[in-house]
């Protein structure tokens, strides 16, 4: 295992590789890595993602694992089970379907570093000399595990630990002014939510959270009951005036950060369409003049008794298109190996934010890219981990094709003639024949028979609607604000 170096004042605590017997009959040696850094800024100080871990498995049976995160040696696991299938089933799906971890009574743990997991860095994809082997890079990635590092992002460390620290302090607040701004305040699934009031996988999970979008006028032609639900999800964030004078750098952080991160991700996005073999711009045509993206903070405190409190987040696959996570170093978060069912811990890397693929892409590819299956689990270390994970999708009325036309299934592409928009001569910027809307608004004006043929569920035999699969995702998530907003014209 490699050692891991965070740059000043990044605190990197230990973690202890916990050898767990399950089948096998095999032990592992207890590892730590520690940093020889020192801190002067927050107790939990952020890096930007992770390092993988993976154990050799015998059988290509799923399996689910405990891995424990602490200072000391002395720690206790928890095998926990959950029920799901892993298989991917969207080549041939016309419905959309949050798909959760596979299970076996079999607990693996990971106890080596994995390398499959592939640090990118920007730098070589903006360089038309070093995008080939970028591209051929991240197709291997997508294709085996649905996920990769990404350094050189162009988001300065400053704007990181703004964005964090902003998070930490607000979580830090006395618990009423938070619930200033509870969720179920918001039509538009914006706020806070308390510890144990979210279920994953159907199982409660033990962490806050706090989540935001694009900071949007509300829709006034929106009428609940009558028109289609994702148009609601149009409108601000909350600001109490209270929590404001408290945190007078919160607001502007947050909504910098989400700036930077929508920038990001189109860069990423682009980065995708061309490793798919498509035009550069492709995505930047599907998602329209006004993508729409979620931005959730989470703390997950330090537990005592693994056995009282297991699961931070249960093991779920991410709904849209693309995440990018900004994570501190406590740790805790696993991803699964898709072709056998084995979790990896994903260990923070500094300077770097973890990409993974969701649904909606592993949907448009026909199964070709994986959408990474992960799970956080509490952590024994007397630290709280923090992370912020961005969801990048399309406009809210953007209609998405059920797969990419004639896409080439080869594990390796010619990529040596691969232009970014900015080398694509003007001429060539053009629609790809995918029908999209350029604004998250609909007019007055807008057609009935279009307004309730996505207000059902918005598919059909071509493609679906965005904003229909947006709100099932987060009104499956927050059905409390569904009950108060959405039942009933108010």
Same mark, same amino acid.
């Given at each position: 295992m490699s050692e891991i170096h965070a740059p000043a004042g990044i605190v990197v605590p230990t973690f202890v590789e916990i050898p767990f017997a399950a089948t096998s009959s095999s032990t592992s040696s207890v590892s @730590? =890595? =520690?940093s020889a850094s020192k801190t002067t800024i927050a107790p939990t100080s952020l890096s930007s993602t992770t390092t993988l871990s993976t154990a050799t498995v015998a059988t290509k049976a799923p399996s689910t694992t405990i891995t424990t995160i602490a200072t000391a040696t002395a720690v206790t696991s928890s095998a926990i089970t959950t029920s799901t299938d892993n298989t991917p089933t969207l080549a041939t799906s016309t419905k959309l379907t949050t798909t959760a971890v596979a299970t076996t009574t079999t607990e693996k743990v990971a106890t080596k570093a994995n390398e499959k997991v592939k640090v990118l860095s920007l730098q070589d994809f903006n360089n038309p000399a070093t995008r080939p082997r970028f591209l051929a890079d991240m197709r291997e990635s997508l294709i085996e595990l649905g996920t990769f590092y990404i350094k050189d992002h162009g988001i300065t460390t400053e704007m990181t630990l703004s964005a964090m620290k902003a998070v930490q302090d607000y979580f830090a607040l006395p618990l009423e002014e938070k619930k200033k701004m509870l969720i179920g305040n918001s039509r538009h699934f !914006? $706020?806070?939510? +308390?510890i144990g009031e979210e279920f994953t996988n159907s199982q409660v999970d033990h962490r806050e959270q706090l989540q935001f979008g694009p900071e949007q006028s509300v829709l006034p032609s929106f009428i609940p009951t009558h028109s289609p639900d994702y148009q609601g999800l149009q409108g601000p964030n909350q600001w109490p005036a209270s929590t404001l004078d408290l945190l007078p750098s919160f #607001?502007?952080?947050? +909504?910098e950060f989400m /700036? #930077? +991160?929508? @920038?990001l991700s189109h860069r990423l996005m682009e980065a995708?369409? +061309?490793s798919l073999g498509q035009s550069a711009h492709y995505f930047r045509d599907l998602f329209g003049s006004t993508p729409y993206y979620r931005l959730k903070a989470a703390k997950y405190p330090s537990v005592k008794n693994t056995k009282a409190a297991t699961i931070g987040c $249960?093991? /779920?696959k991410d709904t849209g298109f693309l995440t990018v996570l900004l994570q501190d170093m406590v740790g805790g978060l696993q991803g699964q190996i898709p072709a056998t069912g084995e979790w990896m811990? =994903? !260990?923070p890397v500094p300077e770097t934010f973890i990409v993974t693929m969701g649904e909606a892409m592993e949907r448009m590819t026909g199964g070709l890219y994986q959408a990474t299956v992960h799970r956080v689990l509490n952590n024994m270390s007397g630290q709280d981990r923090y992370s912020i994970p961005f969801f990048f999708d399309p406009s809210l009325d953007t209609r998405v094709p059920n797969q990419i036309e004639s896409l080439d299934r080869s594990t390796r592409l010619d990529f040596s003639n691969a232009q970014t928009r900015e080398e694509l001569p003007a001429e060539t910027f053009c629609g790809l024949g995918i029908t999209t809307q350029d604004n998250v608004s609909l007019p007055n004006g807008a057609s009935s028979s279009r307004q309730s043929a996505a207000a059902v569920d918005g598919e059909d035999e071509q493609n679906w609607s965005s904003g229909a699969h947006v709100f099932e995702t987060v009104h499956r998530c927050h059905p409390e604000v569904y009950a108060r907003w959405y039942t009933r014209e108010v």
């Open positions: @730590t =890595t =520690t !914006r $706020g806070y939510k +308390l #607001q502007p952080h947050i +909504l /700036h #930077q +991160l929508e @920038t995708i369409a +061309l $249960g093991a /779920h811990d =994903t !260990r």
